[in-house]
């Protein structure tokens, strides 16, 4: 069942406790929630039986992404140990990053953040990357991962970039900027032409529709643990081991 | 400047360990209050069939004073009414508290100090002292009638919960300083830099995603007000600091001659940014919760005396609005009846501060930073006193409030620490 904002009691000013109330009441297994704010899927928990996956919460996590994307990286390389991954774009905004830089310090990658300096969050060195505010820096990675410029938050007088044009030409992902045999993910949905070249997006080497596909069965999987394992003390040690908690 | 009820209470405590060290007291003793005024100190004291009061194996010292309180009168009775904050106050110790006015609507006008007052004298469980707008309904835009409020009985002057954001018009209100003899009291934000701001900006903000709310959103206002007081040569009074660079600069100041004081919440000297990490909406206030470097700096500026005063900053929110995630939560956190408690069991017991100066940070500093009398335990004085078990451990819980709300950070932590009476204006107003 899929309930969205629109439409439903949320619209009518319902809280987010009572929304979890109302649908603790019908006795699901799962509930899947994604919601703008931080924090929202344990607020949940708290008010139901129910297992709760966070489908991202705010510009905190995205867990399922963070664990489809290593799936995806070790189904290619064959390992994530040891890998150098460059993460690139708009950090600040971005809960795929958070995950993923969690997930792949877990796993023993070396991480790098790249992009202008507003984008990159003051601290975040703290989570076991690195930082780099030159586009040059992403040549010595095996995986660029590249992140979406939300077009939203860079609205004029936000001064986050001067400008689209300027960030595009300053840290797209472009051909010349890589080396042969570097990998590329992208979470989607794709800005073509901002903040990866159409080319880099359709190459062999990029491996964003494989990720599509991943998500698909990483999420089957998830599903499948917490319909099958019951308790919910393996739900939520699965999920703090990505940092969903 | 000071609204509530007033007592003639006889009493005599017998026994407990009498710490005042304004007066250079700390001795087990009888203390013996004379329809509220302290008659006598001594041993063995005639107890003239007044109420006795067995102090053994507790400390005496005089009460406590809130110079940051809110109220929630007029406009949120249902957080909190002056009647259920001032209990609350006098069962954290409290013998006069300041109450902020940010309310709805504003204390900007002599008309609604002056309702404020009134029901004050006769709810009010410890004395209030009401602070005034220093800008109408708190815009920002023009100045209030500081001379006429405080004639009505203003205790000083605050944009408290805003800053005053404009540099000329913070100047003339510093003024005006020379005409009301009142303190300024200023909340120091930047509010570009603090825009959106959810917690404090390091690595914690970082990790969460949460909007960073920056130290120098603070620093770089203090610096300006401490500039600007220097040059109108007038007294001000710095609010909840909570940022390293704030207390460096106040102590500069304070050495180059400025007339300013600054005050520090218990919730700033016992926890981090590293709190926000649980998600829970109780430790979301403004200013944020710092890194552990802010922190030591705020016990070390409270320990050398840069720092005057503890003030709890108590902010009830009702509890639906708290009931929600994090960023949808308002700010602020209760603190009257935790305070003591909370500083005692996180900064006295670990060895971080002496008893006798956070009795001193919490009583005669905040009194002085706003030109009051500060409580004193000597024959003449006014009955102000607090009995303090230091050996009781108690967990926090909702269901011993006094105060409507009880969006309290402390909910479920075992303290230890408790208010066991307090006299205020010479009457009992907690405990027996």
């Keep these: 069942m899929s309930i969205k904002s629109a439409g439903s009691s949320v619209d009518k000013g319902e809280s987010l406790k009572d929304t979890a109330l109302t649908l603790g009441a019908y006795d699901p297994d799962v509930i899947v929630i994604r919601h703008p704010q931080i924090g929202a899927p344990q607020l949940v928990a708290r008010y139901t039986g129910a297992h709760i996956v966070n489908a991202g919460d705010g510009k905190h996590q995205h867990p399922t992404q963070a664990l489809l994307d290593l799936y995806t990286i070790s189904e290619e390389l064959g390992r994530i140990e040891g890998l150098h991954v460059a993460i690139v774009g708009d950090v600040l905004h971005s809960r795929v990053a958070r995950s993923n830089i969690q997930a792949l310090a877990l796993m023993g990658a070396r991480v790098t953040l790249v992009g202008p300096p507003p984008l990159i969050p003051r601290g975040i060195e703290a989570m076991g990357c690195e930082v780099s505010y030159e586009i040059d820096a992403i040549r010595a990675a095996d995986v660029v991962y590249v992140l979406r410029m939300q077009q939203e938050r860079m609205a004029e007088g936000a001064n986050f970039v001067p400008s689209l044009r300027e960030y595009t030409a300053r840290w797209g992902v472009t051909p010349e900027r890589l080396r042969p045999g570097q990998k590329v993910m992208h979470p989607g949905p794709m800005n073509r032409g901002v903040e990866i070249d159409p080319v880099v997006a359709d190459a062999a080497d990029a491996l964003i529709e494989q990720q599509v596909r991943s998500g698909l069965v990483v999420r089957m999987a998830v599903l499948y643990d917490l319909l099958t394992h019951g308790p919910a003390g393996v739900q939520s040690a699965a999920l703090h081991e990505i940092g969903a908690a | 400047m000071l609204f509530g009820k007033r007592g003639n209470d006889d009493l005599v405590i017998r026994g407990a360990r009498v710490i005042d060290s304004a007066a250079g007291l700390d001795a087990v003793l009888d203390v013996r209050v004379d329809g509220g005024t302290v008659a006598q100190l001594g041993t063995k004291l005639e107890t003239n069939a007044h109420r006795v009061v067995d102090g053994q194996g507790l400390v005496l010292a005089p009460a406590f004073v809130d110079p940051h309180v809110h109220l929630r009168t007029p406009g949120r009775e249902d957080e909190e009414t002056i009647a259920s904050g001032t209990a609350a106050a006098a069962a954290g110790g409290y013998c006069a508290i300041l109450a902020m006015p940010n309310t709805e609507p504003a204390v900007d006008s002599a008309a609604v100090l002056g309702s404020l007052a009134e029901t004050a004298q006769s709810e009010a469980e410890v004395p209030v002292g009401f602070l005034a707008a220093i800008t109408r309904n708190q815009g920002g835009a023009e100045l209030t009638e500081m001379a006429e409020l405080a004639s009505a009985g203003a205790a000083g002057f605050t944009d408290d919960g805003r800053p005053v954001v404009a540099p000329g018009l913070m100047r003339r209100a510093l003024q005006y300083g ?140 009702a509890r639906h609005e708290k009931e929600v995630p994090f960023e949808a939560a308002p700010f602020g956190v209760t603190g009257l009846e935790t305070a003591f408690s909370a500083l005692y069991t996180h900064l006295v017991e670990p060895g971080l501060l002496k008893l006798e100066t956070l009795l001193e940070r919490m009583s005669a500093g905040p009194a002085r930073a ?25 967990r926090v819980a909702e269901s011993d409030f006094r105060s409507r709300s009880a969006n309290s950070w402390l909910l479920g932590e075992t303290v230890k620490g408790q208010v066991r009476m307090t006299v205020a204006a010479g009457r009992v107003a907690f405990g027996s």
Excluded at chain 2, 215 to 226: K, P, Q, T, Y
Excluded at chain 2, 277 to 302: C, F, H, T, W, Y
Aim: charged share 20%.
């Design chain 2, 370 to 394: 706003y030109g009051l009398d500060a409580p004193r335990i000597a024959v003449g004085a006014p009955a102000n006193l607090v009995l303090l078990d230091l050996q009781a451990t108690r």
């Design chain 2, 178 to 317: 020379a005409v009301t003899g009142r303190r300024l009291a200023l909340h120091c934000e930047e509010p570009t830099l603090s825009k959106g701001g959810q917690m404090h900006e390091g690595a914690v903000s970082a990790e969460l995603g949460f909007e960073g709310y920056p130290s120098v959103a603070e620093s770089v206002v203090v610096e300006r007000d401490l500039a600007l007081a220097a040059y109108e040569r007038q007294p001000l009074h710095l609010l909840h600091l909570s940022a390293r660079e704030s207390v460096e600069a106040l102590s500069r100041a304070q050495v180059a001659g400025v007339a300013a004081t600054g005050e520090v919440t218990p919730h700033h000297l016992c926890l981090t940014d590293d709190a926000v990490r649980s998600l829970d909406p109780n430790v979301k206030m403004n200013p944020p919760l710092r890194a552990e470097e802010d922190r030591q700096a705020l016990i070390a500026g409270l320990r050398d005396g840069t720092i005057a005063a503890v003030a709890t900053d108590h902010a009830p929110h």
